[in-house]
């Protein structure tokens, strides 16, 4: 899958994982059982360990096959780093103009964090591809159906924090068109065999909702 952008990849499963905590012992093999599941989008979390290495990895091995971001992104040297390491996407927690941007002059994909359509607004004026509402398990489903009514149409919105499978349904019938999926699929302590478990339970619960609301 050569070039694979972000558009393909949403369209193929709008969910992305989030490693926060792996580390490059392990990156390979947690990456292979979430993109066998059917992933296509995996982040590395800049406050893992040695997340440049392991973002290296993943572009080395499965860079033809997945789309490779990095999260917590909050300056120019680190989307720098990310892009030289192989990193497509460039994820952060706020909204930093300057650094989406930054992100864009680099042809990379920009997905910045908002709270507030203040917020999101900035984001989209300053190239934004997407934006992530963070946390939302605070923010909520309502959030959602507010901000998308006066958001462009076209903007894909990615909540990201505490969404477990159950509450998907919830956030994309009020317009969500995505998650980013934290510690409810991976975290560190996590083996192999509950990481695919949760990965399977996130598709499975996505395109049941999709499935029943055609």
Known sequence: MKDLSFCDAIEELPLIAILRGVTPERVLDVATVIKD???TIIEVPLNSPKPYESISLLNKYMGEEILIGAGTVLTYEEVDKVHLSGGKI???PN?????????KKLSLYSLPGFYTPTEAFKAIY??????KMFPADILGPK?????KAILPPTMPIFPVGGVAPAQMGEFIAAGANGFG???GLF????NLEQVKLNASTYIAAYRDFVRNSL
């Open 126 to 131: 300053a190239g934004a591809d997407s934006l």
């Open 90 to 92: 460039v994820i952060s």
């Open 181 to 183: 999926l934290g510690s």
């Open 95 to 103: 909204t930093n103009e300057q650094v989406i941007r930054y992100t």
């Open 37 to 39: 599941a059917g992933f």
């Open 143 to 147: 959030a959602i159906k507010a901000v």
């Open 187 to 190: 975290s560190p302590e996590m």
